[in-house]
């Protein structure tokens, strides 16, 4: 069989050939430039009108800093061969500019460079927020191989431009890129592997047969370094706890061993489309998704190596910022994020949701603490906010308080004096670096080694740095504090150039919120649709609403469009994002909601003629869109659900009587049947044939509206929150009647502690052992106001746990209701009692068991 093959001669080297980029005329002629002029040129043109265009009076004495940078910029990108990337990123950006697609400020080192700022692939001024081009593009690293006369370039060193784009609108910019380069691009593979905590905690179940509760505690075992889940290996050195267990099990450490890193099944990359220089199918093996998109057959790194990747993320929050700018008749460019009144607001902050980068709870938390002042504070709360990072918080914030900073060695106070003394960014070790002598490249050298943890090339660095401090004359003590900043801040620095244009964004949405609250939170509420949980992100956007004086006004066939609508100082809810209510419903339903109502015969009959099925028609009545014709929404469900049954012929009877019997569908029926009343074609409406059918299919639903209508008030809480995400009829409070019972808002503030009653929903709740080994459970618990987590643990003198357990209690599941007794005390809420609500309320008949 070996005969049957032939040696492969691979046409090209390993290495990427950029695609062929055209670009229109018009945009030659805009620039004044020949249709015979080069890439290069083109560029160079278009990047000189743009600084023409942007001199300000402000910037006059910087002309010759600006010019400079471009210049040398320019030159790199020629050099290197990366002109046709920065193009194509111009091209895809262009796009979107042109047909209002809104786009980011900048992601990742690529605001470093004031070459894509001028062509706005960014948006953020490199020079007047000090971003280093060398973090984005590093002459030493990149590399190039002529082959045949054609240039090759190594993708792993090639420069890197991710893209946000309006969440809503990011297909646009795929199908562009799909469409031009047909036959060339094709979306990436993925590769999912087996992590260390699944490989344990399947080994635990499987190979010694521990209960979950077991599993989950070993599992839980494995700590996290700087936010990433350490090795089987790296967890044995790093957890005593850990290394005993294993001493204890070695079969399932073994065998968990073995299994751990192996790929467990494939994907697709979320963001992530490449494009070749050569049609896809000649230089990679591919396969079709189920919706028929390309997806190359290598994964990230494969592809990195023959073609240009590029990642066009879709973010929400551009999509909201550019929908309240386009309701206001702004641009969300133009907001100046040093406003004053976005750091009035972060002052007290106690409404996070829908801040760019802040709503998180570990961001919301840094951002009070530290309160930023300006631009560059909520730059640091940003580069704060993560693993590493976080254990520099009080510090930090403290800095910022007394205006003092913590200073690391004077010689280099200049560089870290406004972190605090801290060195948050890679962009102050290159300056460091720099400042003894080193080029920014050589900086940037120094930056990546260190960071990758090249072990190999780091003692060679020391030396670097020890003979250049000789070289400089400086005392031997600076060569060590930076090589000590250096190792240190590997595992928590971040990249300035991404922080800064992050902070942008999030300064905006802070602006947008607080100036305009009613305009920002309707777009907030259309983008909840395109969220995993659409309720969800509604139920969390209504609780803020009233803190801005605004109402969440319930749907209403009447007043309700098919989105969500201003209506006066309040909002009102959108009949689309009604559950149940489907895309292919709407058409239907807005055939529906333009007739003239006179009795709930009306609506039936309409709503059949529509099309509207009986569970959109049920769940536009439990949800109160009905409320102004009827006073019982269970009842009103129960007659629709019975009209439902009747034969067309049966119906149209029951009607005809219907003006006798106050509309009333139940009393028609049974009248009917009692009389035996005659229907207009002279046969009896009912036989008792056709009654007992529909008699027994009547009695499921007359069964749940008997088991709802116990609890009138709870079933409208409960449809409500099911069905639209929030209650507005009632609150839990006002359901249970129980006086005792506080909102959790009102726990939260409360500045005395005390014995308190709550009663809430759960979100979620997890049952483990603390490393004390004493076993706890956790319950996120929310009710209209707010959210708290509420613990639950087994103390030395007191197991409210086991207690608990032991009397039968169970962990509550999500959605579940429950009162708990306890006291407020930091972040948590300590459980002492608990009970869950048992009464249950039946929307469907798949529920009566």
């Not at 730059?379 to 693993?387: K, N, T």
């Amino acid at each position: 069989m070996i005969d049957m093959f032939s040696n492969y001669e691979q046409p090209f080297p390993a290495g990427v050939k950029l695609p062929h980029i055209k670009i229109e005329g018009k945009y030659y002629q805009e620039l004044g430039l020949p249709k015979g002029a080069s890439n290069f040129q083109f560029l160079e043109a278009k990047c000189k009108q743009s600084l023409d265009r942007y001199w300000s009076p402000k910037l006059a004495n910087d002309k010759e800093t600006y010019s400079k940078r471009l210049n040398d910029e320019l030159n790199i990108l020629d050099d290197l061969g990366f002109t046709d990337y920065v193009l194509l990123n111009w091209d895809i950006l262009n796009y979107c500019h042109e047909r209002k697609i809104p786009t980011g400020f900048g992601r990742g080192s690529a605001a470093g460079s004031l070459v894509l700022f001028l062509l706005a692939v960014t948006r953020v001024d490199p020079i007047k927020h000090d971003l280093f081009f060398e973090r984005f593009v590093s002459k030493s690293r990149a590399r190039k191989i002529e082959h045949n006369g054609d240039t090759f370039l190594d993708g792993s060193l090639l420069c890197d431009v991710d893209n946000d784009i309006a969440y809503d609108r990011r297909q646009e910019v795929i199908d562009y890129i799909e469409q031009k380069f047909a036959g060339y691009t094709c979306k990436i593979l993925t590769l999912n592997t087996l992590s260390s905590k699944l490989c344990l905690k399947e080994c635990c179940k499987l190979v010694e047969e521990l209960p979950e509760e077991k599993a989950n505690q070993v599992s839980g075992m494995i700590p996290k370094k700087f936010g990433k889940v350490l090795s089987i290996t790296d967890a044995l050195e790093e957890s005593q706890e850990f290394e005993q267990f294993a001493t204890e099990e070695p079969k399932i450490i073994s065998i968990a061993r073995k299994l751990e890193g192996l790929n467990k099944n494939t994907g697709v990359h979320p963001s992530g489309i490449a494009i070749s220089y050569y049609p896809v199918s000649d230089i990679m093996p591919l396969q079709s998704t189920g919706d028929g998109h390309i997806v190359s057959g290598y994964d990230m790194n494969g592809v990195s190596e023959l073609m240009v990747k590029f990642d066009i993320l879709g973010l929400r929050t551009l999509s909201v910022a550019d929908k309240t700018c386009q309701r206001l008749g702004i641009s969300m460019y133009d907001i100046d994020p040093n406003d004053p009144l976005i750091y009035t607001a972060l002052e007290q902050l106690d409404n996070p949701k829908g801040l760019f980068q802040i709503e998180a709870d570990t961001n919301f938390r840094v951002c009070q603490k530290v309160s930023p002042k300006n631009i560059q504070q909520l730059s640091d709360v940003i580069a704060l906010a993560r693993p590493g990072a976080l254990s520099f918080v009080d510090r930090y914030a403290e800095n910022v308080r007394t205006g003092r900073a913590d200073v690391v060695h004077e010689f280099f106070a200049d560089i870290l004096n406004y972190t605090g003394g801290i060195p948050l960014y890679q962009e102050q070790l290159m300056k460091m670096a720099n400042k003894i002598g080193f080029t920014l490249d050589e900086s940037e050298q120094l930056r990546r080694i260190v960071g990758k943890k090249k072990v190999k090339e780091m003692s060679s660095w020391e030396a670097k740095i020890k003979e250049k401090i000789e070289a400089q004359g400086l005392g031997s003590e600076v060569g060590e504090v930076l090589w000590r900043v250096a190792e240190d801040s590997a595992n928590y620095s971040f990249n300035l150039s991404h922080s800064v244009s992050y902070a942008i964004l999030s300064a905006i949405t802070v602006h947008l919120k607080f100036k305009y609250p009613q305009e920002f939170f309707l777009s907030l509420l259309e983008m909840a649709l395109f969220e995993p949980e659409p309720l969800r992100e509604i139920n969390l956007i209504e609780k803020e609403l009233g803190q801005f004086g605004i109402k969440l006004l319930p749907p209403d066939l009447a007043k309700s469009k098919i989105g969500f609508s201003i209506e006066g100082k309040n909002i009102r809810y959108g009949l689309n994002a009604i559950k149940g209510i489907s895309e292919k419903s709407l058409s239907n339903l807005i055939e529906f909601r333009g007739n003239d109502f006179e009795s709930m015969y009306d609506v039936f009959s309409i709503a059949k003629d529509c099309e509207l099925n009986i569970g959109i028609l049920s769940a536009l009545i439990q949800a109160g869109a009905l409320d102004s014709m009827t006073d019982c929404r269970s009842k009103t469900v129960l007659h629709a659900c019975a009209f439902n049954l009747l034969t067309d012929r049966v119906k149209r009877n029951i009607i005809r009587l219907g003006e006798k019997h106050d509309f009333d569908v139940l009393n028609s029926i049974f009248k009917c049947v009692r009389e035996k009343l005659v229907g207009d074609d002279g046969r009896p409406v009912f036989t008792e044939g056709t009654f007992n059918t529909f008699k027994k299919k009547y009695e499921r639903y007359k069964e749940i509206y008997d088991l709802n209508k116990r609890h009138e008030k709870f079933a409208n809480w409960y449809f409500e929150r099911k069905i639209l995400g929030y209650s507005y009829s009632h609150k839990l409070n006002d359901v249970f009647l129980d006086k005792n019972f506080i909102n959790i808002r009102d726990l939260i503030q409360e500045e005395q502690g005390g014995t308190r009653h709550l009663v809430g929903v759960v979100d979620d709740a997890v049952i483990g052992i603390s490393r004390a080994g004493n076993r706890y459970m956790r319950i996120f618990l929310s009710d209209e106001t707010g959210t708290v987590v509420g613990i639950m643990s087994d103390g030395r003198n007191r197991p409210a746990l086991t207690s608990y357990l032991d009397k039968g209690g169970e962990k509550p599941k999500k959605d579940n209701i429950i009162t708990v007794v306890g006291s407020f005390s930091g972040d948590a809420f300590f459980i002492n009692s608990l009970k869950v609500i048992d009464e249950q309320i039946y929307m469907k008949l798949s529920e009566l068991k």
